[in-house]
């Protein structure tokens, strides 16, 4: 009985200090141990560390629309289109850290410089408000107005925004992906909490919201600007010191080299034996052992059907190896087909990708014509004037609350009507349903605005500003935006970390990013081509600087027929999508993809 005991201990203690399956490694480079490393001490960590950056974007960017039209004096359509290009320049350096991340630096050093960079922004921005632009004191208030400025202080205002942008795009995506490489997936229970991660890590992204849109959004309504900027400050500096805190405890995964150099050699690669005849089966094609594997020991990709041409690439020839170099095979006329596979990968998500763009339209309206809509509508409840951009808190609540319901509520009972092992609704098939709820939520939107032209009409014909339709009658499009946002971004944040390589993770968090990005270039293009043709001798435009002589809700409407639109195309390439198939990794069936399972 004792040896028995003694039996038990040991084996408990050989388990505990189990390493992990999926190659992941410590701070020291050695292999991870399970029981000390990752797991949700460092998950909460990184969730908490996101929420208190959040906060400092947010007290930034929810309001810098009514900071440019109030502070700097541009008009609603200019400052519309200022926000679109500025969150969307934030995402463009998105894939900036994610290239930085994947090819050299590693997510851990990545994030730690990017948000260091993000905090001198921050600081920067700080400094320029209180002492040049906020000038007199208190000005930017709605009602007090601020002087001019000259172009050394819109140089630096522009400067330090652009400082912010860099370093919260650069961040952003490598967060969300070492939150995620914390959990094994390979292992049963931390993939389930792998999973549940990314749900949780946006759940924390708009908790942080919430603060910066109520409380910080508050105080700069009021005209405290610099005290707003100075609390976002203080929020990223605090993020950082608390993700250095945590360095003991993560697991990391050790960068891969170039990605261009890899796709470049595929293409050189196939189309240099573009005569070649291929083999009848894929067992004839170019399988690359660990040691010579580019991807620093990444799990390999399995041979997939479709883009037949690049199978080229791995095709195995008399002049592909040097004798002369020990049999050393040339990466320009010879690739693995994990490299192959890699380059399918991205190809396949592409289309995916490319219809996320215009949710993103609809999604960006939040921080720019929900605002300006809010602001031309009665926001006082009571004695209490509300933010316009607070509004947005309300989008926050239906995140939490959907989070909730989907988990809890229609994840299971989906999986108890398939009567499967399957989880549910495919993330495929969560982004389908956002876009369905994204049009809801711009006809709801344009609804409003009809109303409240109406109201505007009969009781402010001579008013510049509100009319006496609540505020209040927003709460519905915010809701659908944020239950949208649950089956949108969760799903694209799952779809894209599972569908992607092993080698290029933060990239495939970085589509998310950039399609945000792009949708506000979008938007922003969009604004300018309707005001351009809307615009004639008699009439102001769709967007004017007084919403009382425009037709917003015309905007509205047409958001809602460019995203039906897209619904359709992207159900076809939903329908038309594999999935990856990695070694050591259940997939779906070759025959079934993630949209129809």
């Not at 930034?60 to 359509?77: H, I, K, Y």
């Not at 009571?382 to 319901?405: E, R, T, Y």
Request: charged share 20%.
């Amino acid at each position: 009985m004792a040896c028995l005991e003694l039996f038990k201990e040991a084996k408990f203690k050989e388990d505990q200090e189990a390493c992990t399956f999926d190659g992941s490694v410590d701070w020291h480079g050695r292999p991870a141990i399970r029981a000390k490393s990752g797991r949700w001490v460092a998950g909460i960590i990184i969730l908490l560390n996101q929420g208190l950056a959040t906060l400092a974007f947010f007290g930034v960017g929810v309001n810098l629309v009514l900071f440019l039209t109030r502070v700097l004096q541009e008009n609603n359509a200019d400052a519309a289109n200022s926000v679109s290009k500025w969150t969307g320049t934030v995402y463009i350096f998105s894939l900036v850290g994610a290239f930085l991340s994947d090819s050299y630096w590693g997510r851990y050093k990545t994030c730690a410089i990017f948000q260091l960079i993000f905090v001198m922004g921050l600081i920067s921005l700080s400094l320029s408000s209180y002492l040049f632009l906020v000038r007199p004191g208190g000005c930017g208030d709605g009602k007090t107005p601020c002087g001019t400025h000259s172009t050394m202080e819109m140089g630096l205002f522009y400067f330090s925004i652009y400082l912010v942008a860099l370093g919260n795009g650069g961040y952003q995506p490598n967060i969300a992906t070492f939150g995620a490489d914390q959990f094994d997936e390979d292992d049963s229970k931390e993939g389930h909490s792998k999973v549940a991660f990314f749900s949780f890590f946006y759940l924390a992204l708009n908790l942080g919201e919430l603060f910066s849109n109520t409380i910080l959004v508050f105080f700069e309504d009021k005209g405290m600007w610099a005290l707003g900027f100075w609390a976002s400050a203080g929020s990223a500096f605090a993020a950082l010191v608390l993700f250095l805190v945590g360095t003991p405890r993560y697991r990391h995964f050790k960068p891969s080299g170039n990605p261009l150099s890899r796709f470049c050699q595929v293409l050189v690669s196939a189309v240099k034996k573009w005569r070649f005849e291929m083999p009848p089966t894929a067992e004839g094609l170019y399988v690359a052992d660990g040691k010579e594997s580019s991807t620093n020991g990444n799990r390999r990709i399995l041979h997939t059907h479709g883009f037949k041409f690049l199978d080229r690439a791995a095709c195995i020839t008399s002049r592909d190896f040097d004798d002369k170099n020990q049999g050393i095979h040339n990466p320009w006329r010879l690739c693995p087909i994990t490299q192959v596979e890699e380059v399918k990968c991205i190809l396949r998500l592409l289309p995916i990708w490319l219809c996320t763009i215009i949710y993103s339209v609809v999604f960006t309206q939040m921080a720019s014509l929900f605002v300006e809509q809010g602001a031309a509508m009665n926001a006082t409840i009571s004695s209490f004037k509300i933010p316009p951009a607070s509004m947005s808190s309300f989008d926050i609540l239906s995140v939490a609350l959907f989070i909730f319901l989907y988990r809890r509520v229609l994840d299971p009972l989906v999986g108890r009507i398939k009567k499967s092992d399957s989880k549910g609704l495919t993330e495929l098939q969560r982004m389908g349903i956002g876009l369905v709820i994204a049009v809801m939520a711009m006809v709801s939107a344009g609804i409003v605005e009809c109303y409240r032209l109406k109201y505007a009409k009969k009781h402010c014909q001579h008013c510049d500003g509100s009319s006496s339709l609540s505020i209040l009658w927003q709460i519905p499009q915010y809701a659908f935006i944020g239950a949208s946002e649950v089956f949108m971004y969760v799903g694209q944040l799952e779809f894209f970390n599972a569908q992607t390589p092993d080698g290029l993770k933060s990239f495939g968090s970085a589509l998310c990013m950039t399609s945000i990005s792009l949708g506000n270039y979008v938007s922003s293009l969009l604004v300018s081509i309707v005001m351009k043709i809307s615009t004639e001798d008699h009439l102001p435009g769709w967007i004017p600087g007084n919403l009382n002589k425009g037709h917003l809700d015309r905007f509205y409407f047409l958001l809602a027929a460019l995203t039906t639109v897209d619904l359709a195309l992207y159900i076809a390439c939903a329908k038309w999508f594999k999935c990856i198939k990695m070694e050591g990794r259940f997939e779906e069936n070759d025959e079934e993809n993630d949209f129809t399972a």
